[in-house]
């Protein structure tokens, strides 16, 4: 992924003063996209928002081994491996929400608001299907090799 740090200019890191708004994409907007969420991004920034918090983005698990799903993913009934907390990539952009241009795009437009933004991306959440096995090193291990 590209370095997302356009502006150099010194933010007020006073967190206190600012007003801090989370964007899901799939509840967002209709299409769930990071497209449909960029148009919106005007209407974000004239209610006074000053940073945009994105949930997670980045390619989930799809592996249908209902084994490592979560509890309520299971119970929700909707048969989704998919979890924005199970990353399979944390490199690349899920598809459902577009690709890596829309993300610019994304960030462009929100900087040029006066708008800073935020991504979560928690390492601690990676699916046990495809990132685990391209990358082995990057979960701890038990003595048998089980992921601990």
């Not at 994409?25 to 974000?44: Q, R, Y």
């Not at 685990?132 to 291990?141: A, D, G, K």
């Amino acid at each position: 992924m590209k370095n997302y740090i356009v502006s150099k200019e010194r933010f007020d890191s006073d967190l206190s003063k600012k007003i801090i708004y989370q964007i899901v994409f799939k509840m967002f907007t209709v299409e769930g996209t990071i497209k449909a969420a960029t148009e919106k991004l005007k209407h974000v920034a004239d209610i006074g928002i000053d940073i945009i918090y994105l949930s997670p983005f980045f390619e989930a698990d799809d592996d249908m081994d209902r084994s490592a799903w979560s509890e309520r993913q299971i119970r929700s009934g909707m048969n989704n491996p998919k979890n924005p907390y199970r990353i399979s990539d944390y490199f690349k952009i899920d598809p459902e929400y577009g690709d890596e241009s829309d993300l610019e795009e994304f960030v462009k437009t929100a900087h040029g608001l006066g708008l800073k933004v935020i991504f979560d991306l928690v390492y601690m959440h990676c699916g046990p299907g495809k990132f685990v096995r391209e990358h082995p090193t990057f979960v701890q291990r038990d003595e048998n090799g089980n992921i601990i």
